[in-house]
């Protein structure tokens, strides 16, 4: 990870500015009260450690490859609006499954929300997912090092500011991934062993949701797994300022500096999924439900 002078800390998120060039908090991005906490924090100690050696020789110890290929990349020719929104987005992201600013909805539902993220991760992590795995639409890779450690993972997205905080999380975990900027519509390029979709089927519009499930078959390999996280309505669920309903298809969001996008955003029901998965080809469907907030799907290319 390269030196910072000002970073949000990789451990609780606030914002910190160093003083000195070479201030090993600017080379761990960690503010100093979390390096104060190295002693209890496994993260932390690992995050000082690599620091030392970033520190000392100038380069990470491990890099995550950054790969282009002309003949699949690039951004997509339709739903322009809602890249410019996570391009815009990127550094408030995280909020929202951290809780955080306009995402913050109180103790009682905060603590609720953090422990079905806990449900959803413990979900993927017990998946069956090895060998070449793909994520679409990864974001700032909230999930990916899950997915990394468990094969050779392609991260891609449509958006460049999202996809660079993926690139320091995993770096972040020392994990590698092959990161390219792609449109979640290309036609795959090859057959993987898995495919992953994080928050991506609720910006798929209905009229669409057909196309993207015969795709996503096309990317596995006979018995693939396809697995995704995804919204349930709950109008807690995003921002004070936002207001979802279960019947939309379309939802208007603002960041914090007040621009305001409309974008995709469909609350589909289990049953609609399991249906779409079965209709393209997909077996052994699973849509299963956290409490209030996920939906956790799986399927295998039949
Ligand atoms: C709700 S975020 C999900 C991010 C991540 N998967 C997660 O679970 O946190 C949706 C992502 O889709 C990306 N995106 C939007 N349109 C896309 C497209 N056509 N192709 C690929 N990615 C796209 C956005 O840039 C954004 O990172």
Redesign the pocket.
């Known amino acids: 990870m390269p030196f910072r002078r000002s970073f949000d800390c990789l451990w609780c998120g606030r914002p910190y500015s160093t003083r000195d060039q070479d201030a090993l908090e600017g080379w761990a991005q960690l503010c100093p009260d979390c390096v104060g906490r190295a002693d209890e924090n496994p993260f932390i100690r690992f995050r000082l450690h690599a620091a030392l050696h970033e520190r000392a020789t100038g380069a990470p110890p491990t890099e995550v490859r950054r790969e282009t290929n002309a003949a699949t990349e690039g951004?997509?020719t339709?739903?322009s609006e809602?890249?410019a929104?996570?391009?815009a987005r990127?550094a408030e992201?995280d909020d929202w499954?951290l809780r955080r600013g306009r995402y913050e909805r109180g103790p009682v539902h905060d603590v609720a929300w953090a422990a079905e993220l806990d449900e959803a991760g413990r979900w993927l992590d017990a998946l069956p997912i090895g060998g070449q795995i793909v994520?679409?639409?990864?974001?700032?890779?909230?999930?990916s090092p899950l997915l990394a450690v468990k094969g050779e993972l392609s991260l891609?997205?449509?958006?460049s500011a999202?996809?660079e905080l993926a690139r320091e999380r995993l770096l972040a975990h020392r994990l590698r991934a092959h990161l390219h900027i792609?449109?979640?519509?290309?036609e795959p390029d090859r057959q993987v062993d898995a495919l992953f979709?994080?928050?991506?089927l609720?910006?798929v519009p209905r009229s669409r949701l057909a196309s993207f499930f015969e795709l996503a078959r096309h990317w596995l390999r006979p018995g693939g797994l396809f697995a995704f996280?995804d919204s349930r309505f709950d109008p807690q669920s995003s921002a004070v300022d936002h207001a979802p309903q279960a019947d939309q298809e379309t939802m208007h969001r603002r960041l914090d500096d007040g621009r305001e996008f409309t974008i995709p955003k469909v609350y589909y029901q289990p049953a609609e999924l399991e249906a779409g998965l079965l209709a393209a080809g997909f077996a052994n469907v699973t849509v299963a439900t956290t409490a209030r907030f996920f939906l956790l799907g799986e399927a295998r290319a039949g």
């Open positions: 951004p997509p339709e739903g809602m890249v929104y996570y391009e990127a992201y499954y994520e679409l639409a990864a974001g700032t890779g909230w999930w891609y997205d449509a958006a999202p996809l792609r449109d979640a519509w290309a979709c994080g928050f991506w609720s910006h996280i």
